[in-house]
């Protein structure tokens, strides 16, 4: 267990609906990204929260949005959904070091099939 | 821009050791990674270096790193079929404010057999 839990672990729903995915970061860490993995693309940036306020944005459709509460956790909404957006949504979750280094911790993933 | 490259697959003889290369494109990394991805499982760090190193070893790990070229290599000794896995490189690359995020490569899927 990483310490990051993701909900839910499978998902399957339709073309044009919405779905939420939902994040706990690990204690204490502030930072939360997600990222999106599918087989032709790799593994996509999303967007990334630090303290309830976005950081950076990366390939994030306009049909999918994030926020991080203020108890730190995270939730991705992704809507009108299309056999596209069929993949692996991680979360990870990041807190600062005295090195430097950014070391991310994943979670399990929320696995979605769009039909 | 921002990009990390890497082969997709390599596949090596039980105790034997395996050679993972990486490029990445932007020179300002401050830091660069290995994670691990085993099956149905999240990304695990397995380990990282500092862009000012040229080396780092950890075990049966060992990281080069050629700034100059901008490779990064990831060396497994005595390759177990326990390391059967998909590995990534990642970049870390800075946003003013002193906020970076990871770009990671496609991931390299080691297989290990007998």
């Known amino acids: 267990d990483s310490g990051v839990t993701q909900t839910p672990k499978h998902l399957i729903t339709a073309t044009g609906q919405r779905v939420t995915l939902r994040c706990s970061p690990r204690s204490g860490d502030l930072s939360v990204y997600w990222y999106q993995q599918s087989l032709d693309q790799g593994l996509q940036f999303l967007i990334q929260?630090?303290?309830?306020?976005?950081?950076a944005k990366g390939n994030i459709l306009e049909r999918f949005s994030a926020q991080q509460f203020p108890d730190l956790h995270s939730e991705l909404n992704l809507s009108s959904l299309e056999l596209g957006d069929s993949a692996l949504y991680f979360c990870?979750?990041?807190?600062?070091?005295?090195?430097?280094?950014?070391?991310?911790?994943f979670g399990a993933g929320s696995r979605l099939t769009v039909l | 821009g921002e990009d990390v490259e890497q082969s997709l697959f390599l596949s090596v003889r039980e105790g034997d050791s395996s050679v993972i290369n990486c490029t990445y494109t932007?020179?300002?990394?401050?830091?660069l990674y290995w994670y691990k991805q085993e099956p149905g499982a999240g990304l695990q760090l397995l380990t990282y270096i500092f862009s000012n190193m040229d080396m780092k070893q950890d075990q049966r790990l060992t990281v080069l790193l050629n700034k100059k070229d901008k490779h990064l290599s990831l060396r497994i000794a005595d390759t177990q079929t326990g390391d059967s896995a998909i590995y990534f490189c990642?970049?870390?690359?800075?946003?003013?404010?002193?906020?970076?995020?990871?770009?990671f490569g496609a991931g390299t899927r080691l297989a290990v057999h007998p």
């Open positions: 932007d020179s300002s990394s401050t830091y």
């Open positions: 929260y630090y303290n309830g306020e976005e950081r």
């Open positions: 990870a979750s990041s807190a600062p070091r005295v090195s430097g280094a950014n070391v991310l911790t």
């Open positions: 990642a970049e870390s690359t800075m946003f003013s404010g002193g906020y970076n995020k990871l770009i």
